[in-house]
């Protein structure tokens, strides 16, 4: 299993990204996958998760800024980063169980990617 994040960058607040995640190694159609994010010395935090059915499920944090998508003609996960703040800076993970749910604690996810870097700083 491999996930690899891409994306990630300096925006200003109230801008916008688009992070992905391209998957091998797995039949990625068939999976539920999370995203989470985290910030130095601070613990996981969950921002949501897609299930093979394309349900979603987000963080009250995020809801309504953040959207998750997945393509699965291209096994990649995406997460679209709305109306960013100064608080959304972290680094955010892609992260999937192999199983068609996935529970909303990042800390029980199994396979991860290494993480791109999100700064929203004016």
């Known amino acids: 299993v491999q996930l690899v994040e891409s994306g990630g960058g300096l925006v200003q607040p109230g801008g916008s990204l688009r992070l992905s995640c391209v998957a091998s190694?797995?039949?990625?159609?068939?999976?539920?996958l999370g995203w989470a994010r985290q910030v130095p010395g601070e613990g996981l935090e969950w921002v949501g998760n897609?299930?093979?059915?394309?349900?979603?499920y987000y963080a009250d944090s995020v809801k309504g800024r953040f959207t998750i998508s997945r393509d699965n003609a291209k096994k990649t996960l995406y997460l679209h980063l709305n109306s960013l703040k100064p608080e959304d800076t972290a680094v955010y993970y892609c992260?999937?169980?192999?199983?068609?749910?996935?529970?909303?604690?990042?800390?029980?996810?199994?396979?991860w990617g290494q993480g791109t870097q999100v700064t929203v700083s004016s």
């Open positions: 992260a999937t169980d192999l199983y068609p749910v996935i529970g909303i604690d990042p800390n029980d996810w199994d396979y």
């Open positions: 897609i299930y093979d059915d394309r349900t979603t």
């Open positions: 190694g797995f039949t990625f159609a068939n999976y539920a």
